[in-house]
């Protein structure tokens, strides 16, 4: 699975380009749909997690899992994708759990029309920090702290 986040200036928009097995499709995400999917997106990973640990261990969980997706895939700059297709405008996302342990990801456009897209855990984790990184570019004042901003605040800082 390639994908592609990038911030188009004259729309106001991110392009997200996703191709997988051969198909490739391309939706715009306005700032408010880039928002709604960046909290979703650390949700699914969070409830991945299970029950029973406490806050702080979950964030704890949830950013070395984020860390160590991080580790293995190594989001890349390549030349953008080939459009098979015009994008569409994502008014409606949904996801949740697919097949094969995978998760669901449906764009849907204000036509109805949908595109269903099954990712692995580590994309989700890629597409939450090209997120970040579109947000930083778009000047769109978004921020979503992730776990590990908030552990970083919890660890005492010795002076010497």
């Given amino acids: 699975m390639k994908l592609q986040l990038d911030y188009v200036p004259v729309e106001d928009r991110l392009l997200l380009r996703i191709e997988n097995e051969g198909r490739a499709i391309a939706v715009w995400l306005t700032r408010r749909m880039t928002a709604l999917t960046w909290d979703a997106l650390w949700r699914v990973v969070s409830a991945s997690l299970g029950g029973g640990a406490t806050s702080e261990a979950r964030d704890w ?16 700059r390549e030349p953008p994708l080939p459009l098979q297709q015009e994008p569409f405008l994502v008014v409606t ?3 949740g759990n697919g097949d094969d ?4 990801l449906r764009l849907v456009d204000p036509a109805g029309r949908c595109e269903i897209v099954d990712m692995e855990e580590d994309a989700i984790h890629g597409l939450i920090r090209m997120i970040e990184s579109a947000c930083v570019t778009a000047e769109w004042g978004l921020t979503r702290h992730s776990p590990n901003d908030r552990l970083a605040a919890m660890i005492p800082i010795r002076l010497q």
Avoid: D, M, P
Wanted: charge should be positive; aromatic fraction near 4%.
């Fill in 61 to 76: 969980l949830l950013g070395l899992a984020h860390e160590e997706s991080q580790r293995r895939h190594v989001v890349t």
């Fill in 93 to 95: 996302l949904q996801l």
């Fill in 101 to 104: 342990g995978l998760y669901r």
